[in-house]
């Protein structure tokens, strides 16, 4: 495992959770779906709901592909570069909910958004705590 495929498969989920997090920032902006939650009582505990599971799976993530790419497999390669691309993305998959069902104001899109990035900070989290 190189340094060049851990920054190519971290980058393929960052690139797969912009999509995911702009597309659903403009189907919220355009207008195409209804907000379905629009009391602030439910939308702010959901956030904070999606925001600890983001959170909390990183430094639960980084351990475990370390310990794979520990293993003495040489298929354990491949395992840890597909799981830091999913890894990676998730964050796009936690945040396009929250954009989706309760983005109505201008507060509430940066806060989705905000989930997003934590694509950023997964895959600085690998590039730092992943073996090279």
């Known amino acids: 495992m190189t340094r060049t495929n851990i920054i190519t498969s971290g980058l393929l989920g960052l690139i797969g959770a912009i999509i995911l997090v702009g597309g659903s920032l403009a189907i919220v902006v355009s207008g195409w779906i209804p907000i379905l939650i629009t ?3 439910i939308i ?5 709901v999606l925001l600890l599971f ?3 799976e990183i430094p639960l993530m980084v351990y475990s592909m370390r310990r794979i790419a520990a293993s003495n497999n040489a298929k354990a390669v491949y395992l840890v570069l597909l799981t ?13 909910p929250f954009i989706l069902l309760a983005a109505r104001s201008t507060l509430e899109l940066a806060a989705g958004a905000l989930l997003g990035v934590l694509a ?3 895959f600085i989290s690998t590039l730092i705590f992943l073996p090279k």
């Open 120 to 122: 950023f900070v997964r």
């Open 54 to 56: 983001s959170v909390a």
């Open 39 to 41: 009391r602030p009582i």
């Open 84 to 96: 830091n691309t999913g890894y990676t993305f998730f964050a796009g998959v936690y945040a396009a």
């Open 44 to 48: 702010w505990p959901f956030f904070l």
